[in-house]
């Protein structure tokens, strides 16, 4: 015998209610309040929501420099290559602002470094074509593969060189 459940329909303070919470989520990434974030996802928000960017939790948290944020949403299961709809993941966020802890965070946290949303453009790449030498050598002492081409067949080295990012180019050329 199989039972059927039916559940109460929603009414529209319901809904006001929900994207509240939601929208307190996203607030609570932004500002990097950790423990208000990590309460909101235990009490059901899910981790890898997205807003209408495309961006999660997790990205916001790790673009505003929000270690203990991504921390907390990491030990709850966040998703560290989720990209948002311009293909970015968090680690290229993190390379294009140059955020060095930030960076080692996600890499820690098991973000892929050669990891690209879709249109093969890496944390790496970001990296060179921003001129952010630090976050340049930190990925390729992770591990980057300085090599590798994006979706159109272009290099970390070549997107250094078109965007003018004259520090990074001559250290992916060295």
Known sequence: MNAHVTEPVASTNDDADVL????SAFQHARAGES???AALVDAGVPVDIQNEKGDTLLMLAAYHG????VR?????GADVDRPND?????LAGAAFKGDLAMIAILLDAGAAVDGHG???KTALMFA????????????LARGATREQHDASGVT???????????HAAARLAA
Do not use: E, K, N, S
């Not at 970390?156 to 004259?166: F, S, V």
């Open 86 to 90: 311009r293909r970015q993941t968090p």
């Open 66 to 69: 929000h270690g203990d944020a």
């Open 128 to 139: 060179a074509m921003f001129d952010r030498v630090d976050a340049l050598d930190l990925l």
């Open 156 to 166: 970390a080295l070549a997107l250094a060189r078109a965007m003018g990012a004259q």
């Open 35 to 37: 423990v208000a974030l």
């Open 118 to 120: 879709g249109d093969g």
């Open 72 to 76: 907390a949403l990491v030990a709850r």
């Open 20 to 23: 509240a919470l939601i929208r």
